[in-house]
C-alpha cells in the first residue's frame, strides 16, 4: 500500500526529549521537505521506511550520565546524512570517542558563530552561502572538549570552540546551537542547506501535493466498496478531514457528530447546519448527553473524564456503524443494491496529538490523554483512518482553504472533544455546563465583536469549583468564579497568553456577572505554556 513515505522524501528526526524537537519538524516542512518525528528509542532494524537523512535534537540529559538516553549505533551505519543539534552532537561525538564534558559556565542565550574555513577558503556545505558569521542562539550545559577521531571544525564561538564540527569523509555534522529557535536568525537556512542540499530532499511537500496523493491513499485504503463513518465535531481539523474524505469516497462516507452533554451554546445545531449547508456532507446528529453525563457523574479527576469520554466517543460511533449497515442490509433485501461494509473510523487527529502521545520526554511522559490518541477502546472493531495524522494546525488550514472550505470554518479555534468536561473544573452536572455555556458564549461573542478573534489563536471560559463571596444590590452572594483563557500559540505545543485590552476585559467580565446567574467574579489566566497548558484539565 502506498505509504507517505513512498511519496515524499521523509528526514527522520528523532527526540531525545528536548523542548525544541517539534520545531526541527516544522522548520524542515516549511522547507517543503516532509519530516518525522520519533523518539529517540526508535531502533533501526524496526524502521519501516528509509530516511533520506536524520536529525539528532536537543535533550534536558547529558550524555555522560548513567541514565541518559542513547540512539541505536545502527544509525551511523544506515548511509544517510546526520545531523546532531546540541544534544545531538554531543550523542554523535561520545559514540564516536569524542569527550564531552560540563562547561564552566552553562551558556543559555545569543552567540556569534565564525564560520571557518578551509586551507582553499571554502565553506562547509552546512554554511554555504550563509556569510562569515552569523548569529546563533544556545543553550547548553555541556560541550564538546575532545573532538572525535576524523572530524573537523566548521564553526567556532568564544566559548565554544567546537561549536560546529563535520565528519572528514562522511555526512555527519554536529552543531551546538539550535537553529530550530527563531531567535538563530539564519537557523532555517542552515536546516536548508542540510536537508536540501546535503541530504537532497526534493521540495515538493506542499498541501496542493498532498490533496492529490492523500485522496489517491484513500481511494486505495478503502477499495472500490469500503464506508467509512467520520466523527466530526465542526472543529477545523475533522471538517477538513470530512471534506477531504467526501471528495475522495463520496456518499461512501457517513459524518457523524455526538451531543456528548459538554459542547458549547447551541453548538450541535449550529454544526449541524454549517456542514450541511456549507459543505455538503451529510450528517446525523446524535444525541448521547445523557449516557455521557451519567458516566461523568461525580468523576472529578480529569484523566478520568478524558477517558471516560474518549471510550463513550467509541461506543457511540460503533453503535451508529451498525445501524446504518442494518439500514444497508435491509435496502439490501429490498432489492437495493449491495452496499459495503463499514470498516473504518475517520478521525481528525492532527501531528501535535501524535508527537504529544509518542514522543520522548524522560520518564514523566504523559501530561494528559488527548481523547483520540490515548482515549481509545483496546478491542475497537473499526479501523482508524487519519488523513491529517502527519499535519500541524497551520499545514491542516492551509489544506482547508484548498478544498474551498468558507474562511470562519477554517479559522475557527480549536476545541477539545471532552469540550466543556475539562473545563468544569469539579464534577460536571446539566447545572454547571449551563452556567459555563453562558459564560462561554459571552466571551466569544465580545471578542468577535472587539474584531480580536483572529489574533487569538484559541480563548475559552473555564468554571472554577470554589465559591467567592461579592455583592449585587447591596446583598451579599456567594457564588462560583469564572477563569477566561485566551492564548497565542503557532501550534499549541507553547503558547503566551494574549494581552486584552482592558476595556474588553470591563465589558466581557461585566457581562458575565450580570448575566450569568451563580457567577459574582471573573478572572484573567496570566499564564503562559510551559510551564501552564492551555486547558486547565
Ligand atoms: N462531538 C464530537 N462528535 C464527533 N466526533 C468528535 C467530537 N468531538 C471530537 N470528535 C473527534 O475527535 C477528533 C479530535 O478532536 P479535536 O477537537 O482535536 O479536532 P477537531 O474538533 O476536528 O478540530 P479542532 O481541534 O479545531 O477543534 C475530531 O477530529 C473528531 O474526529
Ligand atoms: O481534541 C482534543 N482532545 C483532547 O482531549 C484535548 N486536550 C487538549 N486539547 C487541545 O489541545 C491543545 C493543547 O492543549 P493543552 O496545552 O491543554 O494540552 C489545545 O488546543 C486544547 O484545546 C484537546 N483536543
Ligand atoms: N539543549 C541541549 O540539547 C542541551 C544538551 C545537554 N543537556 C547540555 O546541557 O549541554
Ligand atoms: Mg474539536
Not at 40 to 63: A, E, H, M, R, W
Not at 300 to 318: Q, S, V
Not at 480 to 505: C, G, H, K, N, Y
Request: charged share 25%; aromatic share 8%.
Amino acid at each position: 500500500m502506498a505509504d507517505i513515505h513512498d511519496q515524499f522524501d521523509t528526514i527522520l528526526i528523532l527526540d531525545f526529549g528536548s523542548q525544541y524537537s517539534h520545531l526541527i519538524t516544522r522548520r524542515c516542512r516549511e522547507l517543503n521537505v516532509y519530516a518525522e518525528l520519533m523518539p529517540c528509542t526508535q531502533t533501526i532494524k524496526d524502521l519501516n521506511f528509509k530516511p533520506k537523512g536524520i536529525i539528532l535534537s536537543g535533550s534536558p540529559y547529558s550524555v555522560y550520565d548513567a541514565d541518559a538516553p542513547h540512539v541505536d549505533p545502527e544509525v551511523f551505519s544506515l548511509g544517510v546524512p546526520i545531523l546532531g543539534i546540541c544534544y545531538g552532537l554531543q550523542e554523535m561525538a561520545w559514540n564516536m570517542k569524542g569527550k564531552v564534558s560540563k562547561c564552566d559556565h552553562r551558556e543559555y542565550g545569543f552567540a556569534q558563530l565564525q564560520v571557518s574555513k578551509s586551507g582553499s577558503g571554502s565553506v562547509d556545505a552546512l554554511f554555504e552561502g550563509l556569510g562569515d558569521e552569523m548569529q546563533v542562539w544556545m543553550s547548553h550545559g555541556d560541550q564538546l572538549s575532545e573532538m572525535p577521531p576524523e572530524f573537523h571544525i566548521i564553526g567556532r564561538t568564544q566559548t565554544a570552540p567546537y561549536a560546529a564540527i563535520a565528519h572528514d569523509s562522511k555526512p555527519f555534522y554536529g552543531i551546538q546551537f539550535h537553529p530550530e529557535v527563531t531567535h538563530s536568525p539564519l537557523g532555517k537556512q542552515v536546516i536548508g542547506r542540510f536537508v536540501l542540499n546535503i541530504c537532497g530532499c526534493a521540495a515538493h511537500w506542499t498541501m496542493e501535493e498532498f490533496i492529490g496523493k492523500e485522496i489517491a491513499r484513500i481511494r486505495q485504503v478503502c477499495g472500490p466498496k469500503g464506508r467509512v463513518i467520520g466523527a466530526v465535531s465542526g472543529g477545523v481539523d475533522s471538517t477538513v478531514a470530512a471534506k477531504l474524505m467526501h471528495e475522495a469516497i463520496g456518499d461512501r462516507f457517513h459524518a457523524i457528530m455526538v451531543d456528548n452533554g459538554v459542547l458549547r451554546l447551541n453548538e450541535a445545531k449550529q454544526v449541524h447546519e454549517m456542514l450541511n449547508k456549507d459543505l455538503g456532507v451529510n450528517l446525523t446528529v446524535v444525541d448521547a448527553s445523557d449516557l455521557f453525563l451519567s458516566r461523568l457523574e461525580g468523576v472529578e479527576d480529569p484523566e478520568r473524564k478524558r477517558k471516560i469520554i474518549g471510550n463513550t466517543f467509541i461506543n457511540i460511533f460503533e453503535a451508529e456503524a451498525a445501524k446504518l449497515e442494518e439500514q444497508a442490509e435491509r435496502e439490501e433485501a429490498s432489492g437495493a443494491s449491495s452496499k459495503g461494509k463499514i470498516e473504518w473510523l475517520l478521525q481528525g487527529t492532527l501531528y501535535p496529538d501524535v508527537i504529544e502521545s509518542i514522543s520522548f520526554k524522560g520518564p514523566s511522559a504523559t501530561i494528559k490523554t488527548h481523547h483520540n490518541v490515548g482515549g481509545l477502546l483496546k478491542d475497537m472493531r473499526l479501523k482508524l483512518i487519519e488523513p491529517l495524522r502527519e499535519l500541524f494546525k497551520d499545514e491542516v488550514r492551509a489544506l482547508g482553504r484548498l478544498l474551498s472550505i468558507p474562511e470562519h470554518l477554517v479559522q475557527r479555534h480549536p476545541f477539545p472533544g471532552p469540550g466543556l468536561a475539562i473545563r468544569i473544573l469539579g464534577p460536571v452536572t446539566r447545572d454547571q455546563v449551563k452556567i459555563l455555556q453562558l459564560a462561554d458564549n459571552i466571551y466569544i461573542e465580545e471578542i468577535r465583536k472587539a474584531g480580536l478573534y483572529n489574533q487569538i489563536s484559541q480563548a475559552f471560559a473555564v468554571l472554577l469549583p470554589v465559591k467567592a463571596v461579592g455583592v449585587m444590590g447591596d446583598k451579599r452572594t456567594y457564588e462560583q468564579v469564572i477563569a477566561l483563557r485566551a492564548v497565542q500559540s503557532e501550534d499549541f505545543m507553547t503558547a503566551d497568553w494574549f494581552f486584552f485590552p482592558a476595556d474588553v476585559l470591563r465589558r466581557i467580565s461585566s457581562r458575565i456577572t450580570n448575566e450569568v446567574e451563580g457567577i459574582n467574579r471573573v478572572t484573567y489566566d496570566i499564564s503562559s505554556k510551559p510551564p501552564a497548558t492551555v486547558e486547565w484539565l
